[in-house]
């Protein structure tokens, strides 16, 4: 039960930690910046969170989250208008698709509520294992 319990909380910090990534791209989609890599003025570098196991040997059973800079962060975009754009007009803009931030946040949620509903599973069961041993008793 403690491998369940483990999983379940483990799962809801690892989604939580993909929500606020997902989160953060989305606020800061906006945030250009210059591709000079001297700049001061630097894009918002977009984040990815892998989520992998955390078991060893099918033992202590969860899952760990790992925020990773997103590869490109930030991706080439042509405006000249801009006081960051460089001789060619181009600007850094954040590799941010906000439908598809939404929607993995969308499954990150469901994910979390899923864990979340383990818990009074593994509640119920450690219950149910104390009265049968009482009952023994």
């Known amino acids: 039960m403690i491998n369940a319990l483990n999983s379940a909380i483990s799962g809801i ?4 930690t993909k929500i606020s990534a997902g989160a953060l791209n989305i606020a800061n989609a906006d945030v250009v910046g210059s591709l000079d ?9 977009a984040i990815d969170v892998n989520i992998t196991s955390s078991s060893q040997n099918g033992l202590n059973g969860g899952v760990k989250a790992t925020v990773l800079p997103r590869q490109p962060g930030a991706i080439i975009s042509y405006s000249p208008d ?3 754009a460089d001789k060619n007009g181009s ?11 939404l929607v993995n946040n969308l499954q990150a949620t469901q994910a979390y509520k899923a ?5 009074p599973i593994v509640k119920d069961l450690g219950e149910e294992l104390l009265n049968a041993v009482n009952k023994k008793a």
Do not use: D, K, R, T
């Open 13 to 16: 910090i690892a989604q939580s």
């Open 115 to 119: 864990s979340l509903q383990i818990i």
């Open 37 to 45: 890599p001297n700049s001061l003025n630097q894009p918002y570098q």
């Open 82 to 84: 801009s006081p960051f």
């Open 91 to 101: 600007i850094g803009v954040p590799n941010v698709n906000i439908s598809e931030e």
